[in-house]
């Protein structure tokens, strides 16, 4: 089987800072990988790279085995790899039903002579009736009507992966989905997580929320400024002694 | 049901309106209706968050082009017109080229650059284009008739009415797109565009479908205007034109449909009418200008905003 997502020694220097340097990784299917490290280790700028926001310095993005870095984020987006943004990146002066229509923009292209004649009522009421599944599985039919904005952080960051959620993602990259959400929320969120899972979707995502992260990752990377630190199951990374020093402080790496 | 009555009601009053008027008057109404369709096809692009300063010079490139074929290849004028806006758009289409490489305040600096050089190609170019005295003698629409009544147009009513019926023509179709998931996509390229992309909108292409559709039906407004005043030259289209074009999007609000069309009315009643009968004959830009610098102080989100609060009123109560 060939593997499903593969970084190949990726790097990404800005200036005279490499942010990201020869890094090696791979996602199996079907998984939720968690990618963590301490604050400035570069996992959103490989993020950024993976989904086509940063072209990499060099190295290569492997999705079954097509090389997809450098691809405009779209592109990347149109070959199943959707990913969600840090802080409440929303349309925030739409609906929240409007914000998950545009969710569906890949599934249901928009075409604008069939909309003038009318003849698009058909892909019109298929891209309503995914909206309406992407905002009942994250709770939020209730709130359709809302303006984005208005919602409280919590939704706001569910509306957030229901609109990547809305666009049947083969791989979605969350960049901290829990920042912001009480333990309830929390919770929550992990079970849905737990939920697309079964239903088939890949979920990769970057936390600093450990106890979500232990409890929810199949495999874990770590990293640490830059580079590649250590990889394995939730136990091997809780006790692994390279990432206990890296984010315990361990000399090495202030000097 | 009481809609459609509104709706006929309104027709009949616009059917009616220029017998009210004097001559000149009617002249106007003629104009007003072809800037409603340049200042709502302006708004179709700002829908993406652009800002552009060529609108007016594509507009004059359908009224050259239609007026170009008729005159040298005998083409049947509204067909003509219908060209003139095709032509508009694919120039849009090759201008979105090197302008898409910018965004806001470059695309606006871009555009108005792009739109000189077309108007310095007008003017530097006797053949074809008539140099600085532009084209003269464009064939009017040629008279027709449709049974209950005849089309004469030397008459600027007849003209009112052909270039009403196409205008809503036009308007009907930017409603269409304005609401359907092509004018949402233009939205969400405006509000956040990364979001947008990473949901696998091609942003480049949206921009173009925007500026070349706008162009599109500016062009159209263009060979309705040629086609009516019978000549045409590069200072038909210059800045000042594109001024009153962006006073009546911003003073009418472009956060609705009717925003732009409201501002584009209201002002030109005011200016054509209201102070002409008041006697400002020399000091109309004056009290024209102040009226501007006073709507934008204290109506920050243009007339539409009134408009929005009555209605809200009387859908609470």
Redesign the interface.
């Known amino acids: 089987m060939t593997q499903f997502l593969k970084v190949e020694d990726l790097t990404m220097r800005f200036g005279g800072l490499v942010a990201v340097d020869a890094l090696n990784f791979s996602v199996d299917h079907g998984t939720i990988h968690g990618l963590i490290g301490p604050n400035g280790a570069g996992k959103t700028t490989t993020f950024n790279m993976i989904?086509g926001?940063y072209k990499p310095t060099s190295g290569k993005v492997l999705l079954h085995e097509e090389d997809i870095s450098g691809l405009?984020?779209?592109e990347v987006?149109?070959r199943g790899v959707?990913?969600?943004?840090q802080h409440s990146?929303?349309?925030?002066?739409?609906t929240v039903m409007?914000n998950v229509?545009?969710?569906t923009?890949?599934p249901?292209r928009?075409?604008?002579f069939a909309?003038?004649v009318?003849w698009?009522r058909e892909?019109?009421e298929g891209?309503e009736g995914r909206a309406r599944e992407a905002l009942k599985f994250f709770g939020l039919s209730d709130l359709a009507t809302e303006r984005a904005g208005d919602l409280s952080h919590g939704h706001q960051r569910a509306l957030g992966m229901a609109?990547?959620f809305a666009?049947h993602p083969d791989l979605m990259l969350l960049d901290e989905p829990f920042t912001g959400m009480n333990p309830e929320e929390t919770r929550q969120m992990m079970d849905l997580m737990r939920r697309l899972r079964e239903a088939g979707t890949t979920i990769l995502l970057v936390e600093h929320d450990m106890q979500a992260i232990m409890g929810l990752c199949d495999r874990i990377t770590c990293m640490s400024f830059g580079k590649f630190l250590a990889e394995g199951g939730p136990k091997e990374i809780r006790n692994h002694p390279a990432v206990i020093e890296a984010y315990l402080g361990g000399a090495r790496h202030v000097a | 049901m009481r809609k459609a009555l509104i709706w006929i009601a309104f027709g009949a009053a616009l059917i009616a309106l220029p017998h009210g008027l004097s001559f000149s008057q009617q002249e106007i109404l003629v104009f007003l209706t072809i800037n409603i369709l340049v200042v709502s096809s302006y708004r179709l692009l700002t829908l993406t968050g652009e800002w552009s300063l060529a609108h007016v010079v594509i507009m004059g490139v359908g009224a050259y082009a239609s007026a170009m074929m008729t005159k040298n290849l005998g083409v049947y004028v509204p067909v003509a017109m219908l060209m003139g806006g095709i032509i508009a758009a694919l120039i849009a289409v090759v201008l979105s080229f090197p302008l898409f490489r910018m965004k806001g305040f470059y695309f606006l600096i871009g555009s108005f650059a792009a739109g000189e050089i077309i108007r310095l190609l007008w003017k530097h170019f006797r053949d074809p284009f008539g140099g600085a005295k532009g084209i003269k003698g464009i064939d009017p629409m040629p008279d027709f008739s449709i049974g209950i009544y005849d089309f004469d147009f030397f008459e600027p009513v007849s003209y009112f009415y052909f270039a009403g019926f196409i205008v809503i023509v036009c308007l009907w179709i930017l409603w269409r797109i304005e609401r359907s998931p092509v004018g949402l996509t233009f939205h969400a390229v405006h509000w956040q565009d990364k979001l947008a992309e990473a949901s696998g909108v091609n942003l480049r292409a949206y921009r173009t479908l925007a500026f070349a559709v706008a162009s599109g039906f500016a062009g159209i407004g263009g060979a309705l205007l040629a086609h009516y005043i019978g000549t045409i030259n590069p200072g038909s289209f210059d800045l000042d034109y594109m001024v009153f074009v962006l006073t009546w999007a911003i003073v009418g609000g472009t956060g609705t449909f009717y925003g732009p069309i409201l501002g584009c009315v209201v002002l030109t009643i005011l200016n054509e009418v209201v102070l002409r009968e008041l006697g400002f004959e020399q000091l109309r830009p004056l009290i024209y200008g102040a009226i501007l610098i006073a709507s934008i102080l204290f109506l920050p989100n243009g007339l539409e905003s009134i408009v929005q609060k009555f209605t809200k009123r009387s859908a609470k109560s």
Request: aromatic letters at 10%; charged letters at 20%; a neutral charge.
């Open positions: 989904s926001f405009k984020m779209h987006a149109r959707v990913r969600t943004f990146t929303l349309f925030a002066e739409l409007e229509l545009i969710g923009h890949m249901f928009p075409n604008i909309a003038i009318g698009d892909d019109r891209a609109i990547c666009s």
